[in-house]
């Protein structure tokens, strides 16, 4: 057979790179290029202090990207449960020796980068689980003590993302985690029995929260009865994005942000900023860009041969429309304010390179889609 | 089979990820419906929030409205007020920079204190009033330091002014701070530093003089800082308000008051009812409330037994005294009751059943008729027709001259005197009116109260024949004229005016007249009118048997001495009323201050120069300043 000159193709650079998903990376490229502008207008229309920084970051996330994507995907196969164990090891670092920040201990200081293991830790639990379900029969799904170990490789660090404490990410880990057993093919009827058991559970998870996440619930609630404590980030979001109207005020010209009405425009809120000075349709055409992404994200998925990249390229993907969902649900006052960046916009190191990476490995998934990967 | 299963499995997969898909896309729908919701549905409303957020309404105060003259001589003026100003955060430490400061202007421990204190409540970026009412020379030299001087800064703003200072201060007023309770619609009124009109025509006219505030629209940031100006619409200056006094007539006047302890005066137009001087000695100095008064200076002017702080012309009340006696005169006229042919004999007293009320004149004065009693002031001559007449048509006469009750005038501080008749009594004390206190009436003693304003005006209508003038002394509030000046008809019988004002000729310009002392040689010039002395203290019987005199009493226990004059006497034009507290009699303290004060008022003359309407054209503003020194001229 041609199999052997096939392997020896589908091993060099320029067979990777022909077979690379070239319109989802150039949506992340328009992505990341919305983030730019809304920056270098936080800035005062200036690149510094933040677009520029930025832009060297994407560069080099993007030199991540193509390099995660061209590893061969037997090797992330191989490296699933050692990642996730480096992961899980940095958050217990964290949680020891983490430097305190916004009264939440959340990262590493590394000298050159602000290392947010819970970022990465996204990742590795998506990875995981993808190993873990790979060679999972359709028995093997619906019985319990299969399914046990992956609740473990959920919950561990969930637990200790929420030891730090952030209510968000471990939500976001939880939520990405049941998705990725659900796609695995576990019984419907689970879901309904662990919904009830979390909705019965839910008053007791209240009693456990500190008191801002508690705060920040109520705030979301009544956002107008604190307009000048936790209210007043949702209110001057609300207050920025609705003034922008359907053609928004113009590059340059979002007088909430530039004015500083708006907190954290630079980071959480970067949407609201952009929403202002593009308006309606600068919105729906960033919604669009994200919807894209997801959809090229689960053909990628659907196309992949095996199970472990099919999980893994969904997971992935329904990892970053988390981050969508939440942050841009979170800044028009949908859902309580629990400090989610919008990734490839918002300013941040970690949470960019983190979803590049995983775009990596959803490209990964795209030209290793016919690998051979050992069933055990 | 295994091949089986995987296609089983990829099946399941492949559904399961379309559910996310759909999953994800409708969210992506919620949020772009939800942001549709915000920018559309919602839009306007928060454009309106946004706008809100992001500009400062600033008021910039306009510039108080001048008070002047006739003539256009200013009364109340905006100064420049030099002040010196930090910005704390552009300085290199405030309390250094301050101290630097105070090498090049007077500014002591306290002052340092007090900017410090001020400046660290408000943001750092504000500027802080360091000193004001700085002298031209002390901000020069700050000007020229300023570069050594980083944060330091000057500027001018306005602090009202009142050249005639004593002379005008009761007409005029003063401003002073905003209080509490003197908040109303205008948001103007809580400018810090705004000041309104507290007493005169500053208060009367303080809407006018007030003007429209300026708005510049700023935008600013979260913190307030402003960042740049988006509109800026001009305040408008007050309007200016054109008073009918001659402020020559006027100084001269507090000048000749302050011969006195304690005195007031009116002159007015006997024709109009335009006020040319307006006086009440002693008096202050508004231009020391403008700047802050001290609590001593206050509480020394309160405190003064001559009332300094009021404006007796206006609020002083008197008993009119002998004064009162052409109000009797006419009513009795009026009713019927005695004719220009009707005389007595005054034997120094009048017996009413068993009480006997004194003429002045011990002995009496023989055969009296109208004039002569007017001219001597015989007091039995009154008595006897009082008593036919009744004091209801004394007390209707008085009205009808302007008596008992206020006439409007522009000043709110204007008082409202007193004119009791039986009703009154009845109401107030519960009690029948007594015969005596007819008698009592018909001298100006007794229950009466008047002030100077209504004694002039009472005179003006005697001798102007019959018009119901009233005092005013705003002739144009900007360029609207101030009162209509056609004055009502008293239906009074010519024949008895010209009667009365024989009497008042006759006052002043025969021999045995109360005023001849005081007559005005020049008989083009000459004057007519009634002196008046209203008792404080009643002499007691043992005091008149001990032959105390009133100029022997403690200063306050004296009588009023009044007069009332118009000059001159063929063509009545200038009329002066004229009270001097406690100054003793009204022939010897007031009528020869009435006498310099009509003169000058002829010589002034300053009812040959009428205030025009401003848009008829050579309007009172065109006319020529007069210069000061004009006085005698």
Redesign the interface.
Known sequence: MANGIKLQDESSIIYKLTHLNWTFIVLTVVMACIGFSALYSAGGGNMDPWASRQLTRFLIGLVALLIVAMVDIRWWYKLAYPIYFIGLFLLVIVEIMGQVGMGAQRWINLGFIQLQPSELMKIAVVLALAKYFHAATRDDMASFRFLLPAAILILAPVSLVLLQPDLGTSLMIIMAGIIMVFLAGAPILYFIIAGGIAAAAAPIGWMFMHDYQKQRVLTFLNPESDPLGSGYHIIQSKIALGSGGVEGKGFLDGTQSRLNFLPEKQTDFIFTLWAEEWGLIGGVFLLLIAGLIFYYGIRISLKCRHAFGSLMALGLTVNYSLYVFINIAMVMGLIPVVGAPLPLVSYGGTSMLAILISFGLIQCCNVHRDAKLPRM | MAME?EN??GK???R??FI??AG??L??G???G???W???A??T???T???K??INVKMVAPSRGEIVDRFGVPFAVNNQNFRVLIIPEQTDGLEDSLKKLSKIIELNQKDIKHVLQVAKKSASFLPVEVRDNLSWEDISKVEVNITDLPGVGTDVGEIRNYPFKEATAHIVGYVGAVNESEIDQDKMLTLPGFRIGKTGIEKAYDKNLRGEAGRAEM?????GRE?RELKNKKSMTGKRIVLTIDAELQLYAQQRLSTTRSASSVIMDARTGAVYALNSYPSFDPNEFTSGISAERWEELLNDPAFPLTNKSIAGQYPPGSTFKMVTALAGLEAGIITSRSAFNCPGHYDLGSDRFHCWKRGGHGIVNLESALAQSCDTYFYKIATDIGIDRIADMAHRLGLGERLGFELSEEKPGLMPDKDWKRGRFGQKWQPGETIVASIGQGYILTTPLQLATMTCRLVNGGYAVKPWVTGFVGTNSGLDTSWPKLELNQAHLDLIKKGMYQVVNIKKGTAYSSRIEDSIMAMGGKTGTAQVKRITKQERAAGIRNEDLAWQFRHHALFVGYAPVDNPRYVCAVVVEHGGGGSTAAAPIAKDLLIMAQKRDPGTEPLKDPNEGNGIEELPRRKPGMIGG
């Open positions: 299963k089983d499995r399941s997969f492949t399961r990820a996310i898909g994800q896309g969210l992506l919620v949020l772009a939800r942001l549709a915000l920018q559309v919602q839009g409303r928060y454009k929030l946004a706008e957020n992001r935008e600013v940031n979260v913190i960042v």
